[in-house]
């Protein structure tokens, strides 16, 4: 095992399950993930390794089926598979803030129905508050929801960004419901739309025109959703009641926020490995490169961001599973991460000289793929309005 990325005080199940992670990883993983990026392939087999593993239902109540296991643990696995490839974790990613939104805040029923099949990977989770005009300024979303007879509902509008668009059969959306909340934020409602997995129309009224072509976190579908007169019922607001989405989806993103860094961390440490060991093969004026001083510098320096980056991802998941409030540690630990699983991969870029640009080597995925952390969850301004904010409650002046 690493010398980096350790993390104190695991139980034995906690480090039992991250070994048969990590074993998953390196075989069944790595020696596919390049040739499944490059031809932009759904790692199905991958997936289908994943559920019988269980990691579907990972933070899932075990009276629902699931492993009933933490936030750290979840994010330790996330570290592990991203390590991999990042797109497999993002296969894992929005179904793991979906069931966690049920879970948190789903009515009784919403939570018999769905978690058991969420735990299997049977129901597979996508949610969506990104549209085409905004992505930031989640108050601003245009897509709505308005009542019809009785207890039913019709959604209209475009939502954008969806990962796992495609491949998944619920999507939690986020729309405005003008009720006549006493502030935008409280006229905003989740709601669970069933449908089935595949593009075209895949429910009544729901339209997955097709997947998005990105420059890297290829494998995993990214794609739009269009809502035309969708009709539901009440009983598929998340929760129950209108007028409470958008705090539900904050609450989703914020745990979100230490998946995203978690993965940050296991790419970074994937770029550090590449470079650290082709730095010690390449040779320039008769010395292996990691001899000389500039590409040692390099080393440590990523070696260092590598470490920070995740003792503060597991500074944030422990809080939140200790039930405190997190989010300054979330905002913190998503920015440091993925801004320094950004630079680490460039360093390793550059150490492999022209080989980096090569398609042969797996350092070109990783160049292509670590921009997505950048911007998922919030970009690093988000981050910052957040820490910054929360940082003048607390050191607010007195008197
Ligand atoms: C591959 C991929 C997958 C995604 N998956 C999902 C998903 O599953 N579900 C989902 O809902 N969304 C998803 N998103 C959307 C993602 O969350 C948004 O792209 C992100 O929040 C940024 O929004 P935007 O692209 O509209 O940029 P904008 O909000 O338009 O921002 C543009 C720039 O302005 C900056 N900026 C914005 N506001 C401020 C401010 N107040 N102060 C300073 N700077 C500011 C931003 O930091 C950014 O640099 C995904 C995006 C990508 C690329």
Redesign the pocket.
């Known amino acids: 095992m690493s010398r980096l990325q350790t993390t104190e005080n695991l139980t034995d199940e906690q480090q039992e399950l991250l070994k048969l992670v990590r074993q998953f990883v390196d075989e069944q993983i790595i020696p596919v993930a390049t040739e499944l990026e490059h031809r932009d392939e759904y790692p199905a087999d991958i997936v289908e390794g994943m559920k019988e593993m269980g990691i579907f239902g990972l933070m899932i109540p075990e009276e629902y089926g699931g492993l009933g296991e933490s936030l750290l643990t979840y994010a330790l696995c996330v570290e592990e598979i991203a390590r991999g490839w990042m797109s497999v974790s993002g296969i894992i990613n ?1 179904h793991f803030i979906v069931a966690y939104m049920i879970l948190q805040h789903g009515t009784p029923e919403q939570k018999a129905h769905y978690l058991p099949k969420m735990a299997t990977g049977e129901i597979r989770g ?5 549209e085409p005009g ?4 989640v108050a601003a979303i245009k897509s709505k929801a308005v009542r019809g007879e009785g207890d039913e509902w019709v959604l209209d509008g475009q939502k954008m ?3 796992n668009g495609g491949s998944s059969n619920l999507v939690a959306v986020l729309v405005k419901t003008d009720l006549g909340g006493s502030s935008v934020y409280r006229n905003m409602t989740t709601f669970l739309i069933d449908k089935e997995s595949g593009f075209g129309e895949t429910a009544q009224g729901i339209t997955i025109p097709g997947k998005i072509d ?1 420059m890297g ?1 290829k494998g995993v579908d ?1 794609t739009e959703l269009v809502m035309t007169g969708h009709r539901t019922t009440s009983a598929q607001i998340l929760g129950g009641e209108p007028g409470k989405g958008f705090y539900q989806m904050m609450d989703g993103v914020e745990v979100g926020r230490v998946n995203v860094a978690a993965r940050a961390c296991g790419v970074a440490r994937r770029a550090f490995e590449l470079g650290i060991a082709y730095a010690q093969q390449r040779e320039t004026f008769g010395k292996k490169i990691a001899e000389h001083q500039g590409i040692l510098f390099r080393l440590a320096d990523m070696a260092t961001k590598v470490e920070a980056s995740h003792q503060m991802m597991v500074k944030a998941a422990r809080l939140k599973d200790s039930g405190a409030r997190n989010d300054l540690e979330a905002g913190m630990a998503k920015y440091l991460a993925a801004e320094n699983c950004a630079d680490v991969v460039e360093q390793s870029f550059r150490i492999h000289g022209g080989y980096g640009y090569s398609k042969e080597y797996e350092i070109e995925r990783l160049y292509r793929e670590a921009p ?1 952390l950048l ?8 981050q910052k ?1 957040i820490i910054g904010r929360r940082l003048l409650e607390d050191y607010k002046l007195k008197g």
């Open positions: 929005t996508a949610f969506s508050m990104s905004l992505g930031s300024d960004w969806l990962t990105k976190y990214t997505m911007i998922g969850e919030g970009t690093a301004e988000i309005m």
